[in-house]
């Protein structure tokens, strides 16, 4: 499964708006010149999932109760902000870092190892930079869109970027036994895999069209990472809105329709 300040879960209503808008394009997309060849690992992609994840992530939500899966995702998300902090360093953002820091030594010390969230309880930044939306920041152009075996979406710049991730994170750094690292990471997949059910449910319902729908949301979302929620304006016109854009207007037009 990318900058947003404590994001929230999309909304049914904006979600099942964006499936639509994106199952009416029609037409080859100039930023997939190898869609033909995506759709075959997507698909690849899509038989494991549904064959494997997708019945251990049940299996996972069945077994763990909600606040348990909730530190779960506290304590890999927390890690996460390691990976954010090299970034932040390495796009210039030098009053990003402190707060990077404060935010994980708050939730590695008070939050048990991060299992909870006391950082957002003090309202202290929660971002996400990783090192593709570093090379777009210092100019790098994406490339063509491109899905990896079993990483499922992304571009040819962001798929160089995950070694670097990779790398900076602490899973990287985990423990000498290399079966241990794998353990911790196998564990990060299902929980984040199981996190996507709901949302899965409501893209299911729609009917849309998967493929071009996830290479849409996809695209869109990276450039509003990269330029930190302010994407510049197309040559052809004005940019379409981000689904966080979306999102806020459905909120705003929430107490007019009650």
Known sequence: ????????????????????????AVGPNPRDPYEAFNRKVFA?????????????AKGYEKVLPEFARTGVTNFFNNL???????????????????????RFTTNLTFG???????????????????FGQSLGYWGVAS?????????GPSTVRDGAGLAVDYVTSPFYYWDNQTRVRWEVLAVNIVNTRANLLPAEKILDETGVERYTFLRDVYLKRREYLIYDGNPP?????PRPKSLRELEEEDMQDEPAKK
């Open 233 to 237: 304006v197309s040559e052809t016109g």
């Open 44 to 56: 690849f992609n899509e038989g494991l999932d549904k064959a494997v994840l997708k019945p251990v």
């Open 80 to 102: 996460g902000v390691v990976v954010t902090m090299f970034n932040d360093a390495v796009q210039l953002k030098g009053t990003k870092v402190p707060v990077d820091i404060a």
């Open 143 to 151: 490339g063509p869109y491109v899905v990896l075996p079993l990483l």
């Open 1 to 24: 499964m990318q900058a947003i300040m404590n994001p929230r879960p999309l909304s049914p209503l904006v979600l099942a708006c964006a499936c639509l808008l994106a199952g009416c």
């Open 112 to 130: 048990i190892f991060g299992l909870i969230d006391v950082a957002s309880e003090l309202r202290i930044e929660n971002r996400n930079e990783d």
